[in-house]
Nanobody, 116 residues
């Protein structure tokens, strides 16, 4: 079965950095676009970054451009989100997601808390 397992979240001071990882299994990882989303308390889930199957093309939400970098290692079935210059407003649960056919699969999420 499809599984996505995120890790790397935690508590960090404003201006700090974190690197999130999402390990995938149950499908051919190298064939699919991967996404990172986040959801802050009381807010809707929003797309943070996405990366094509070969890693050649990436896209970012305006709020994280220049601070976050999405990457992937297809040999390790893993997608990463490097987050630098973190702000209090980046506090959220971060999820990775893959669309297989017509169905979205989500990880359980990892909490990122940025203290100001």
């Amino acid at each position: 079965q499809v599984q996505l397992v995120e890790s790397g979240g935690g508590l960090v001071q404003a201006g700090g950095s974190l690197r999130l990882s999402c390990v995938a299994s149950g499908f051919t990882f190298s064939r699919y676009r991967m996404n990172w989303y986040r959801q802050a308390p009381g807010k809707e889930r929003e797309l943070v970054a996405e990366i094509t199957s070969d890693g050649a093309i990436t896209n970012y939400a305006d709020s994280v451009k220049g601070r976050f970098t999405i990457s992937r290692d297809n040999a390790k079935n893993t997608v990463y989100l490097q987050m630098n210059s973190l702000k209090a407003e980046d506090t959220a649960v971060y999820f990775c997601k893959v669309l297989l056919g017509f169905k979205d699969y989500w990880g359980q999420g990892t909490q990122v808390t940025v203290s100001s």
